[in-house]
């Protein structure tokens, strides 16, 4: 389990985390949402000890992490894929760190295999693209068997068939009763794969919730009409004062509840063959809910 309570980090006049306090339970996998300059980083690095905090704590299983000796075998961590001395190949880098994590030889194969890397393990890592890099620093993460993973956004330069692979690998491992903590700005991955969420703005909680309740905090509600009368239906919809948008067959209406457009049809003879309310997506809610805590606006005067 990973608590965090009161977190603070401070650079000069700038506080880029501050009095954070939530907690990632193990056997579900815990989301780490917020815009880029959020703090994101910079918490995941004050949990493995990386950066010294300026106050509160920040314990994985009831201890700070650098007071762990042979720290793999309690958390794994990929924070920079690209973090790997590139003359090395993948299956040497591997053995280094399990020798110096009192880790079995046979455990650097297997992690290998788990990643698919096995065939170009005697690859110098210099060679390797992005997604492979990736790879490895999961199999880097997975080298101790730990009860607690942290990722910093795993999927970048995975092709889909990898991204697929990585979904579901985070699921068996949080059905395994471990903690898996996985920062990521891909909305739609964490929709697909996450069961909490922890969001934060400028250093500070937004939001620690399920992903469902997450997205129903979203008040972008709006209707799919779909009916063959389109433009009769455009018409008195807008006649209303409703927003209207048609996408191929079917109108999405923002403005008026599915009742009222119901009985508008009905009223004036138009057909429907379909009528059903769209909350927010995660994405949408998630944009609503960290708008002000955005640190650079695309088109934003300077």
Known sequence: MIEVNELTKRYGDTTAVDRLTFTVRPGQVTG???PNGA?????????????GPSGGS????????????????HVGALLDA????????ARAHLRALARGNDIPPSRVGEVLREVGLTEVAGRRVGGFSLGMRQR????????????VLLFDEPLNGLDPEGVLWVRGLFRRLAAEGRTVFVSSHLMSEMENTADQLIVIGRGELIAAESVGDFAARGTRLSVTV????????????????????????????????ASRIGDLAFAHGVRLHELATRAASLEEAFMELTADSVEYLAGEAR
Do not use: N, Y
Not at 136 to 147: E, K, V, Y
């Open 136 to 147: 490895l620093g999961i199999a880097t993460a997975l080298l101790g068997d730990p009860p």
């Open 226 to 257: 779909r009916t063959p009368d389109t433009v009769a239906l455009t018409e008195l919809l807008r006649a209303e004062g409703a927003g209207v948008q048609e996408d191929r067959e079917a109108l999405t209406v923002s403005g008026l509840p």
């Open 82 to 89: 690209g973090d790997v001395h590139g003359g090395r190949t």
């Open 58 to 73: 920040a314990t994985i299983d009831g201890r700070a992490f650098a007071s762990r000796p042979r720290g793999l075998r």
């Open 39 to 51: 703090g994101k980083t910079t918490t995941l690095r004050m949990l493995l000890g990386l950066v």
């Open 32 to 34: 780490f949402l917020g």
